[in-house]
């Protein structure tokens, strides 16, 4: 079945440091990849999203390429922002679902950035 | 638009009892998503409605479980006889037709079972 797997937080940057957070998959089908960003006390929201090999997504600063051969969608940024602080999801989904059902997120990451 | 809704946002009840959770979706999204969420882990999925039918359960979706969404628009998720093993944050997403990938999601309704 799919998977994701994410580095394990927290991990605790200062501000302006650049920031990487590894994401791998694991499909059978022609999955469309995702982060989603969760801040304290909110809900998910999508950040941003590649749905083919070797598209890039990016959003407030934050990008992430779609590598096929290495089955990665890390997400970086160049300079973090203390309001950067939050929990961040890796997803997929299968292509082939036309209903979303198979949504498969990873276990997210908690990033701190310290003042 | 004011986003996804969830109604309460917090739920301690007593292991034996039942609660149920409520949903407001975007209002011109036809899909509604339920998904639990445990501590450190991501979200994972439920059930899933396109407007008023549920397509799809999870395995995780016991028979304790039953979601409705009558009339296609606001859901409701029963849990009954709740155990503490249900103990999570349930969250609820939206998403527009044709376009499944983006999922809206409410702020959640986290369920303490005591």
């Known amino acids: 079945g799919n998977s994701v797997t994410q580095m394990e937080g927290p991990v605790t940057l200062s501000e302006e440091a650049f920031l990487t957070i590894n994401c791998t998959y694991t499909?059978?089908?022609?999955?469309?990849l995702f982060w989603y960003v969760q801040y304290p006390g909110e809900g998910l929201q999508l950040l941003l999203k590649?749905?083919?090999?070797?598209d890039k997504g990016s959003n407030k600063g934050f990008e992430a390429t779609y590598r096929k051969e290495t089955t990665s969608f890390h997400l970086e940024k160049g300079s973090v922002q203390v309001s950067d602080s939050a929990v961040y999801f890796c997803?997929?989904?299968?292509?082939?679902?036309?209903?979303?059902?198979?949504?498969?997120f990873g276990p997210g990451t908690r990033l701190s950035v310290l003042p | 638009d004011t986003g996804v809704s969830q109604d309460p946002r917090h739920k301690i009840t007593k292991r034996g009892q039942n609660v149920t959770f409520r949903c407001d979706p975007i209002?011109?999204?036809?899909?509604l998503y339920w998904y639990r969420q445990t501590l450190g882990q991501g979200p994972e999925f439920l059930t899933y409605?396109?407007?008023?039918?549920?397509?799809?359960k999870s395995r995780l979706l016991s028979d304790r479980f039953s979601a409705e969404r009558p009339k296609g628009s606001f859901s409701t998720l029963e849990i009954q006889r709740t155990e503490q093993g249900d103990s999570a944050m349930y969250l609820c997403?939206?998403?527009?037709?044709?376009?499944?990938?983006?999922?809206?999601f409410g702020p959640g309704t986290r369920l303490t079972v005591t």
């Open positions: 997403a939206s998403s527009p037709s044709g376009r499944a990938y983006e999922q809206y």
């Open positions: 997803a997929l989904s299968d292509l082939r679902d036309n209903y979303g059902q198979n949504f498969v």
């Open positions: 409605f396109q407007n008023e039918a549920q397509l799809e």
């Open positions: 590649a749905t083919k090999a070797d």
């Open positions: 209002s011109e999204h036809n899909r």
């Open positions: 499909a059978t089908g022609y999955p469309s």
